[in-house]
Nanobody, 125 residues
Framework: QVQLVESGGGLVQTGGSLTVSCAASGRTYAMGWFRQVLGKEREFVAAITWSGGSTVYADSVKGRFTISRDNAKNTVYLQMNSLKPEDTAVYYC?????????????????????WGQGTQVTVYS
């Protein structure tokens, strides 16, 4: 079983930057970030494979957000720049521990075996 611990959420002004982190207790094949606003469906944000570092992003964050990983620390990061109020959400990291898939398939929440507890990101104008 893999435990995921997120950190780094907070309050930031429109146009600002914030980085959230997710530390995994074990090895994973890929990790992703999703976000959810109360009353709305969970939305894919970004994902990265652990070995090759292939990445995929939602169109809404492409060019503003960057996902990266530190294999030695089993940690994945989501650097968020040019933040907008519509980026406000609870951000969840997720880990896929088994099976290899085409990187674009990582946009689907069903691909993941474990989820973190979430960290709140609030962007104010």
């Amino acid at each position: 079983q893999v435990q995921l611990v997120e950190s780094g959420g907070g309050l930031v002004q429109t146009g600002g930057s914030l980085t959230v982190s997710c530390a995994a207790s074990g090895r994973t094949y890929a990790m992703g970030w999703f976000r959810q606003v109360l009353g709305k469906e969970r939305e894919f944000v970004a994902a990265i494979t652990w070995s090759g570092g292939s990445t995929v992003y939602a169109d809404s964050v492409k060019g503003r957000f960057t996902i990266s990983r530190d294999n030695a620390k089993n940690t994945v990061y989501l650097q968020m720049n040019s933040l907008k109020p519509e980026d406000t959400a609870v951000y969840y990291c997720a880990a896929k521990t088994r099976g290899r898939v085409f990187v674009y398939s990582l946009a689907g929440g069903a691909q993941y075996d474990y989820w973190g507890q979430g960290t709140q990101v609030t962007v104010y104008s």
